[in-house]
Protein backbone atom coordinates (compact mmCIF):
# COMPACT_ATOMS: atom_id res chain seq x y z
CA UNK A 1 0.00 0.00 0.00
CA UNK A 2 2.94 2.47 0.67
CA UNK A 3 3.37 2.30 -2.94
CA UNK A 4 -0.13 3.39 -4.66
CA UNK A 5 -0.08 6.78 -5.72
CA UNK A 6 -4.34 8.07 -5.94
CA UNK A 7 -5.40 9.01 -9.35
CA UNK A 8 -8.14 10.97 -10.07
CA UNK A 9 -10.83 12.48 -8.14
CA UNK A 10 -11.74 11.36 -4.86
CA UNK A 11 -15.31 12.45 -3.13
CA UNK A 12 -14.95 11.54 -0.19
CA UNK A 13 -12.36 12.49 2.47
CA UNK A 14 -10.95 10.44 5.62
CA UNK A 15 -13.18 12.70 7.63
CA UNK A 16 -16.24 11.72 6.29
CA UNK A 17 -15.22 8.27 5.84
CA UNK A 18 -14.40 7.98 9.51
CA UNK A 19 -17.73 9.57 10.16
CA UNK A 20 -19.53 7.38 8.13
CA UNK A 21 -17.73 4.45 10.07
CA UNK A 22 -18.48 5.71 13.61
CA UNK A 23 -22.32 6.07 12.66
CA UNK A 24 -21.76 2.14 12.16
CA UNK A 25 -20.10 1.46 15.02
CA UNK A 26 -16.37 1.95 14.00
CA UNK A 27 -14.56 3.82 15.32
CA UNK A 28 -11.86 4.76 13.49
CA UNK A 29 -8.77 7.93 13.40
CA UNK A 30 -8.70 10.28 10.39
CA UNK A 31 -5.71 8.85 9.60
CA UNK A 32 -6.58 4.96 9.20
CA UNK A 33 -9.75 6.05 7.54
CA UNK A 34 -7.47 7.55 5.23
CA UNK A 35 -5.59 3.82 4.78
CA UNK A 36 -9.02 2.21 4.08
CA UNK A 37 -9.75 5.01 1.89
CA UNK A 38 -6.18 4.15 -0.14
CA UNK A 39 -7.03 0.26 -0.27
CA UNK A 40 -10.44 0.78 -1.65
CA UNK A 41 -9.29 2.72 -4.24
CA UNK A 42 -7.03 0.77 -5.31
CA UNK A 43 -8.75 -2.32 -5.21
CA UNK A 44 -11.98 -0.80 -6.99
CA UNK A 45 -9.25 0.05 -9.62
CA UNK A 46 -7.92 -3.38 -9.74
CA UNK A 47 -11.38 -4.52 -9.75
CA UNK A 48 -12.38 -2.37 -12.81
CA UNK A 49 -9.27 -3.57 -14.86
CA UNK A 50 -10.20 -6.91 -14.08
CA UNK A 51 -14.04 -6.50 -15.62
CA UNK A 52 -12.62 -4.95 -18.30
CA UNK A 53 -9.96 -7.63 -19.37
CA UNK A 54 -12.79 -10.20 -18.70
CA UNK A 55 -14.66 -8.39 -21.18
CA UNK A 56 -12.24 -7.92 -23.92
CA UNK A 57 -11.31 -11.60 -23.47
CA UNK A 58 -15.30 -12.76 -24.44
CA UNK A 59 -14.99 -10.50 -27.12
CA UNK A 60 -12.00 -12.94 -28.51
CA UNK A 61 -13.76 -16.39 -27.50
CA UNK A 62 -16.75 -15.11 -29.64
CA UNK A 63 -14.24 -15.33 -32.42
CA UNK A 64 -13.14 -19.29 -31.27
CA UNK A 65 -15.04 -22.05 -33.63
CA UNK A 66 -17.69 -23.56 -30.31
CA UNK A 67 -16.98 -26.96 -29.10
CA UNK A 68 -19.70 -29.48 -28.18
CA UNK A 69 -19.28 -30.00 -24.54
CA UNK A 70 -21.83 -32.46 -24.04
CA UNK A 71 -23.70 -35.42 -26.38
Given at each position: ????????????????????????????SPESAKL????????????????????????????????????
Amino acid sequence: MKDFIPTGRRNITAQKAAKILYQYGTDVSPESAKLILDFLYKFAKLSAEQVIKRDSSEIQLDKKTPRKLFK
